[in-house]
């Protein structure tokens, strides 16, 4: 299932969401519909409609999430995750705050970078 937003937000959260969104889970990887989604569109929040990533951006990273080479200007803030033992980089909403998944610095070029976000924590809107 695939949520959907507009401009003033969408649609009531599932239990899965909010368990990522708000407590900081992560979805089983594989899991969502959204790695396989090669359509042009836009990326957004499911918790607020914040628009964070374009279909441009995206590619198959082989981990197992939907993976992101590069973000929306101002659309998400980091900060440093050390649970679970590591040392790692969290990616959240920079509108509502909630969390969307890490950030690592083994993507592919132009950034080098690589958004590994949880599938449930977006909403896809097809051009």
């Given at each position: 299932?695939?949520?959907?937003?507009?401009?003033?937000?969408?649609?009531?959260?599932?239990?899965?969401?909010?368990?990522?969104?708000?407590?900081h889970g992560t979805?089983?990887?594989?899991?969502?519909?959204?790695?396989?989604?090669k359509r042009a569109?836009?990326?957004?929040?499911?918790?607020?409609?914040?628009?964070?990533?374009?279909?441009?951006?995206?590619?198959?990273?082989?981990?197992?999430?939907?993976?992101?080479?590069?973000?929306?200007?101002?659309?998400?803030?980091?900060?440093?995750?050390?649970?679970?033992?590591?040392?790692?980089?969290?990616?959240?909403?920079?509108?509502?705050?909630?969390?969307?998944?890490?950030?690592?610095?083994?993507?592919?070029?132009?950034?080098?970078?690589?958004?590994?976000?949880?599938?449930?924590?977006?909403?896809?809107?097809?051009?």
């Amino acid at each position: 299932m695939t949520q959907s937003c507009s401009p003033t937000g969408c649609g009531p959260l599932t239990p899965e969401q909010e368990h990522i969104l708000k407590g900081h889970g992560t979805e089983y990887p594989g899991s969502s519909p959204l790695n396989h989604e090669k359509r042009a569109g836009l990326y957004h929040c499911a918790g607020c409609g914040q628009t964070l990533f374009d279909s441009e951006t995206k590619y198959e990273s082989g981990s197992g999430w939907p993976s992101f080479y590069d973000v929306r200007p101002g659309a998400v803030e980091t900060t440093q995750d050390t649970r679970h033992g590591m040392v790692r980089t969290e990616v959240h909403c920079a509108s509502c705050k909630g969390h969307l998944g890490h950030v690592f610095p083994d993507g592919p070029l132009p950034t080098g970078l690589r958004y590994c976000m949880n599938g449930l924590a977006l909403a896809f809107e097809p051009s």
